[in-house]
């Protein structure tokens, strides 16, 4: 059964850092390029980053764009998203995908 469990996710304030991780299951990860999404209250969910089979090549929207670091280890199934100097419009609830496939998000607040 395929599946995405993300965590990481927490309360920061405005400048701050997080690290989500995305652990993957039932499919041959290394195959696949993985994307972050993230949908803000009220919002449409919009994409934030995604990252080729191998790590390297990498994409990212412009909001995000060197602010954000997305990376990935084969060997532990697990693609991970580096959030530095996050500001209040980065609160939204963070999902991991792969094509079809969702994760049940986590939650990403920044406030002071």
């Known amino acids: 059964q395929v599946q995405l469990v993300e965590s990481g996710g927490a309360l920061v304030q405005p400048g701050g850092s997080l690290r989500l991780s995305c652990a993957a299951f039932g499919f041959t990860f290394s195959n696949y390029y993985m994307n972050w999404f993230r949908q803000a209250p009220g919002k449409e969910r919009e994409f934030v980053a995604t990252?080729?089979?191998?790590?390297?090549?990498?994409n990212y929207a412009d909001s995000v764009k060197g602010r954000f670091t997305i990376s990935r280890d084969n060997a532990k199934n697990t693609v991970y998203l580096q959030m530095n100097g996050l500001k209040p419009e980065d609160t939204a609830v963070y999902y991991c995908?792969?094509?079809?496939?969702w994760g049940q998000g986590t939650q990403v607040t920044v406030s002071s």
């Open positions: 990252i080729s089979w191998n790590g390297r090549s990498t």
């Open positions: 995908n792969r094509g079809g496939t």
